[in-house]
């Protein structure tokens, strides 16, 4: 009898990129591109219609990103196993992916080399971790076993992660009311709430923690 093939999610803003990691999937005879998505509002509503067991998500993408995406994915959707596929060879997103609920990171510059093992080893169960997020998780451990810390939560609720996301695109206070479906004022609320926490003053600072976080592309 022949064994079901895992039934994957793809999700990435670049129509090209989801084409060419399609091609690659698709060819192997355990694994199945079942749906595509530009953005994760997209993937979120794919899953809602179609069975899939493994999410792979790009971590910058419009609207909601890949890491805003799995922290949902996790929450509605604890079943399906995800990978996050990021241009960025970053300790700070590489942990962010792994707050999220992320079982790998993979670095498209490699994909075409470590998509497939990274799906397989998520399908096990397992962490797919490439050599640069050992080295960081190494270094991080002992620098915790020196010094008895563990690592910071996150300082923004999800729902300023997502404000935060829409300012530093440039949308208006009237636009992101529009696209989140709350009021003009809850807008200035979260963003007054984030300027306090995250200690910045401007749009600028705003736009330059939203890229060093992952929120959007520089």
């Avoid at 079942?34 to 998500?57: C, F, H, K, Q, R």
């Avoid at 300790?91 to 080399?113: N, P």
């Avoid at 093992?117 to 169960?125: K, L, S």
């Amino acid at each position: 009898m022949t064994e079901q093939r895992a039934r994957i999610l793809l999700a990435d803003d670049h129509a090209l990129v989801r084409s060419g990691l399609r091609m690659i999937i698709d060819a192997e005879p355990d694994l199945q591109v079942v749906a595509e998505a530009a953005n994760g509002y997209d993937a979120l509503a794919a899953l809602e219609s179609t069975p899939t067991d493994l999410a792979i998500l790009d971590i910058a993408m419009p609207r909601m990103t890949g890491l805003q995406a799995a922290r949902e994915i996790n929450r509605i959707h604890p079943h399906v196993r995800i990978l996050i596929l990021s241009m960025y060879d970053n300790e700070q997103y590489f942990y962010e992916a792994l707050k999220a609920g992320a079982s790998g990171y993979v670095l498209k510059s490699v994909a075409d080399r470590d998509l497939l093992e990274a799906c397989r080893a998520t399908m096990r169960g397992e962490p797919f971790l490439y050599p640069g997020a050992v080295t960081a998780l190494i270094r991080d451990y002992l620098h915790r076993v020196r010094h008895g810390e563990a690592l910071p939560a996150s300082i923004l609720t999800p729902r300023e992660e997502e404000v935060l996301k829409l300012i530093a695109e440039g949308h208006s206070t009237r636009a992101i009311a529009n696209i989140l479906s709350i009021s003009a004022k809850t807008v200035d609320r979260h963003r007054a709430n984030i300027l306090q926490k995250l200690g910045l003053r401007d749009r600028l600072a705003l736009t330059r923690y939203a890229i060093r976080a992952g929120l959007i592309e520089p």
